[in-house]
C-alpha cells in the first residue's frame, strides 16, 4: 500500500513497477483509489483504503486497475483507460465502475 499525492502520480509509479518488475519475470497487480485516508503509526485506515484493497483484486497479472472516481480525476491526464464494467466491491455499497490502464 502507498499513499500519493496526485492520482496522476500513483498510476504512473504503478505502471512504472508493473514494467520494470515484467522485466524479470514478476507480474503484479495494482489497485488503485482515490479517497480520504485516516493516518495512524505506521499506518493508513479508511474506507478508501479498502476500496483500492477490492479494486486491486479484480486485477490480472501486469493490471493496472483504478476506480471510477480516479478515472474522473484523470480526465485530461493524457493516460488511456478502458472500461472493466460494473463490479460490486465487497464492502462498499453498490456496484462501481472500474478501469483498466492501457499505456
Known amino acids: 500500500m502507498a499513499v500519493f499525492d496526485s492520482p496522476a502520480r500513483a498510476v ?3 505502471a512504472a513497477m508493473a514494467e ?3 522485466d524479470a519475470g514478476v507480474e503484479i497487480r495494482a489497485g488503485l483509489h482515490t479517497g ?3 493516518l495512524v503509526p505506521n499506518d493508513i485506515r479508511g474506507v478508501a483504503v479498502h476500496f483500492a484493497a477490492r479494486v486491486m483484486s479484480l486485477a490480472g497479472p501486469g493490471e493496472v486497475l483504478i476506480s471510477g472516481v480516479t478515472h474522473d480525476l484523470l480526465a485530461g ?3 488511456a483507460f478502458e472500461s472493466r ?3 460490486a466491491l465487497k464492502g462498499i455499497e453498490g456496484e462501481r465502475e ?3 490502464l492501457l499505456d
Open 12 to 14: 504512473e509509479c504503478a
Open 20 to 22: 520494470r518488475v515484467r
Open 36 to 38: 480520504e485516508i485516516e
Open 77 to 79: 491526464s493524457g493516460h
Open 85 to 87: 464494467g460494473m463490479h
Open 98 to 100: 472500474v478501469f483498466r
